[in-house]
């Protein structure tokens, strides 16, 4: 009777394998010629019971098998390497598997940790609906909200809808990004505890959200009005990081532009975006005084945008300067940026002005207002996105340590904390930075606190450049001058 043929499972293949080996001492044990790549090892009999299961799942690096970093330390053989305790805890939150190839008999780890990445733009989606829930109150408020009446801290309603309703809901917003702030502060590693926090949780952290938003609602009034006061200077704050984000970049792009590396090969297309961006800043400003000058009786509008005139010559004479040498592409797009401004500042006057009579189109047509209003709050958000991943724009010294400790994508501190910032600057947005003033449906940033505001970024930006291109030379006839002294 012909013997009947069994198909062997790897495991059992390896089994035999090993009692082969196992009789034959003088047999060398390597591993197959097919080897895995640096995170796999060879099934090698030596390495590998042959009671172990197929694939084991560990969590954070506690499981029996050898790590990809015990692997590296024994030559990437993995044989008979017992993990350390480290080793096996050095990913904190993170879930890998093993899983073993069939055809290779290797095993693969596969790690599916913390994305912080992707955990910013739920950050964002979390900004974006408090923006609209505030909103909401403001306009909507008095008649979705009804059951607020019920509440100690709101007085019949009348103190938790409108202005204060706003206010109620950004510092339920602020409670949430500061409490991040304070739990992901100084985070340098991938591994560590507190990005599992930071990118992961959110049932967690949703809950938290919600709670913090409700919390506000049962403060009394006096208290919601003092964050009101507090809020102007972390609006000012989230302002002033933000102007400074833009200009380091603009100045960074300016200098990457100019390399060596990149000069000869973009030397045309910094020419052309150069030469745009400066006939675009006073094409803007001789449009500004068509709509927003149109008689001399408008005279504030008239300083604004001869002052803005003013800076961005200003700038640019000193980018071109023989000391400084800065081109035409950085005061050009910073001349767009403060012409940007200046518009802004203008279109936040009220529109009761008589000058302002772009600002009476908009109000005349519902469509336009809406649009203009979505576009402000769609703006605001991405503002605040793109200046919170920005962590190293306040960062003008960092060692050589810190630089190869740090290998988190962007700082999370820095990121909560930036939206800590913007929740009380989307306040002062909604209410026209004047919490005593009645703002129009579906308007934002109107009124004259905003417009000056505006006026005043404008012109803080222009001196932030300026200081940034000049300070270089400044501070080296500085150093000669004293070194030259002490000589």
């Not at 745009?276 to 604004?304: D, E, H, Q």
């Not at 209003?373 to 920005?390: E, N, Q, R």
């Amino acid at each position: 009777m012909a013997p009947v043929a069994t198909e062997l499972r790897p495991l059992e293949m390896v089994a035999l394998a090993y009692e082969a080996l196992a009789l034959e001492p003088s047999v060398a044990r390597k591993p197959s010629s097919s080897s895995c790549t640096d995170r796999s090892m060879a099934l090698d009999p030596s390495a590998v019971p042959v009671s172990a299961p197929a694939t084991t799942e560990r969590d954070g690096g506690r499981g029996a098998g050898s790590t990809p970093a015990a692997m590296e330390r024994d030559g990437g053989s993995g044989a008979g390497v017992v993990p350390t305790a480290a080793e096996r805890d050095a990913s904190c939150g993170d879930r890998c598997i093993e899983v073993m190839e069939e055809d290779t008999c290797c095993v693969r780890y596969v790690c599916m940790g913390p994305n912080p990445m992707m955990a910013r733009y739920v950050y964002a989606l979390i900004f974006l609906i408090t923006n609209l829930l505030a909103w909401t109150v403001r306009d909507y408020g008095h008649s979705a909200l009804g059951e607020l009446q019920r509440l100690k801290g709101c007085q019949g309603a009348r103190y938790c809808l409108g202005a204060e309703g706003v206010l109620r809901i950004s510092l339920g917003c602020f409670l949430f990004f500061f409490v991040m702030f304070l739990s992901t502060a100084r985070t340098r590693k991938t591994h560590d505890c507190r990005n599992s926090w930071h990118s992961e949780w959110w049932p967690v952290k949703i809950a938290l959200w919600m709670a913090l938003t409700a919390v506000p609602f049962f403060a009394p009034s006096p208290l919601i009005q003092l964050y009101g006061k507090v809020a102007h200077f972390g609006a000012g704050a989230f302002l002033v990081i933000q102007l400074i984000s833009v200009t380091r970049f603009i100045t960074w792009l300016n200098d990457c532009c100019r390399s060596e590396k990149n000069l000869k090969r973009c030397h045309m297309q910094v020419q052309v975006v150069s030469i745009v961006a400066y006939v675009g800043g006073l094409l803007g400003i001789v449009l500004m005084y068509v709509w927003y000058a149109p008689t001399r009786s408008c005279k504030l509008n008239i300083l604004f945008i001869t002052v803005t005139l003013v800076l961005v010559q200003l700038m640019t004479f000193i980018s071109v300067n023989s000391k400084v040498k800065a081109g035409y592409l950085a005061p050009g797009l910073m001349g767009i940026y403060v012409v940007f401004l200046c518009w802004s500042a203008i279109r936040s006057e009220p529109h009761t002005e008589i000058c302002n009579k772009k600002a009476l189109v908009a109000t005349s047509a519902d469509w336009l207002n809406i649009a203009s209003f979505v576009i402000a709050v769609i703006v605001v958000v991405a503002a605040t996105f793109s200046t919170g991943i920005d962590s190293k724009c306040l960062q003008f010294k960092r060692t050589e340590t810190e630089s190869e400790d740090d290998d988190i994508p962007y700082g999370f501190g820095f990121f909560h904390f930036v939206f800590a910032m913007g929740a009380m600057y989307f306040a002062m947005l909604f209410l026209g930075w004047n919490a005593h003033q009645k703002m129009e449906k579906w308007t934002i940033d109107v009124g004259w606190a905003s417009a000056w505001v505006r006026i005043g970024n404008e012109w803080l930006a222009a001196i932030a450049y300026i200081w940034m291109i000049i300070a270089p030379i400044v501070w080296k006839s500085r150093q000669v001058g004293s070194s030259s002294t002490c000589a």
